[in-house]
């Protein structure tokens, strides 16, 4: 089974900057889109980013826009989430998916998922 392996969580100071990625265990050619969520102590688990795989859109939620980026290395097959600007209140486990069933809408119909990354923003 392809596994979602996240990396680049860590601990950094308001107005700081971090990139995550997401490497799959290996290629997945049915992979229709990958999005990131986050969920922080307490909370539910939020949609972040989403891109559709074999094209150029993205999303973001509106928490992020204009701070977060998402990108592909389709050759890797390796996507990232650079985040810059980081807010305290973006603390949290920071977890990679992919859909590989349907579209649907950028933050549903994700059917793998991997550990998580623990990003920690300080004031």
């Known amino acids: 089974q392809v596994q979602l392996v996240e990396s680049g969580g860590g601990l950094v100071q308001a107005g700081g900057s971090l990139r995550l990625s997401c490497a799959a265990s290996?290629?997945?050619?049915?992979?229709?889109?990958m999005g990131w969520f986050r969920q922080a102590p307490g909370k539910e688990r939020e949609f972040v980013a989403a891109?559709?795989?074999?094209?150029?859109?993205?999303y973001y939620a509106d928490s992020v826009k204009g701070r977060f980026t998402i990108s592909r290395d389709s050759a890797k097959g390796t996507v990232y989430l650079q985040m810059n600007s980081l807010k305290p209140e973006d603390t949290g486990v920071y977890y990679c998916?992919?859909?590989?069933?349907?579209?649907?809408?950028?933050?549903?119909?994700?059917?793998?998922w991997g550990q998580g990354t623990q990003v920690t923003v300080s004031s």
């Open positions: 998916a992919a859909k590989t069933t349907g579209w649907g809408r950028p933050e549903d119909l994700y059917d793998l």
């Open positions: 290996e290629r997945t050619s049915s992979r229709i889109g």
């Open positions: 891109l559709r795989w074999g094209g150029s859109s993205v």
